[in-house]
């Protein structure tokens, strides 16, 4: 079975930091996508594909197809998997399909007219924001890292920004 070693939300998906960077830290062999709209554009899937290293698989499916992988065999045979969301409502939704989150890393988020800036490359509107309180509630750690150099904000830290704007 694969192991689980990374899952972040980031609306910018398989780009530089994450591949460069996160990956080593965490050893990543495979990316799986968590997104209805990508799994249905097989364009998309494959520029995603040659996006990746050498050596590392990109799989796209939608949160149904998770779903089933992770009760059949938890995502694959074998490899250190990043599980990756181009958004917080995929991510929670997979979360209440039954695929465990004990820690889910927020990196990249845009800013748009209701989203709220609790970096500069991470902005939260209300419903994203309760529904990473309720993964936090639930025992999940929660944080906004966006590069390994930098320092990462807990949940806590997340929701004295949010609440300040």
């Keep these: 079975m694969a ?12 780009h530089g930091q994450v591949i460069t960077k996160w990956r080593k830290i965490f050893n990543i062999t495979k990316i799986v996508v ?37 009760e059949k065999n938890q995502l694959g045979a074998e490899g250190r998997v990043l599980l990756l969301f181009k958004d917080i409502d995929t991510c929670y939704r997979v979360y209440q399909m039954g695929i465990p989150m004990k820690y889910v890393q927020i990196g990249g988020i845009a800013k748009t007219a209701e989203r709220k800036v609790i970096l500069q490359a991470v902005s939260l509107n ?40």
């Design 3 to 14: 192991e689980i070693s990374l899952i972040r939300v980031d609306s910018r998906l398989i």
């Design 126 to 165: 209300d419903n994203e924001f309760s529904l990473l309180e309720e993964l936090h509630k639930n025992g999940c750690e929660v944080v906004v890292h966006i590069v390994p150099e930098d320092t990462k904000l807990s949940f806590d830290e997340i929701a004295k920004k949010y609440k300040e704007k």
């Design 34 to 70: 968590v997104d209805d709209g990508l799994a249905k554009d097989n364009f998309m899937i494959r520029m995603y594909e040659a996006a990746a290293p050498s050596g590392v698989k990109v799989k796209v499916y939608d949160a149904e197809k998770a779903k089933r992988l992770w």
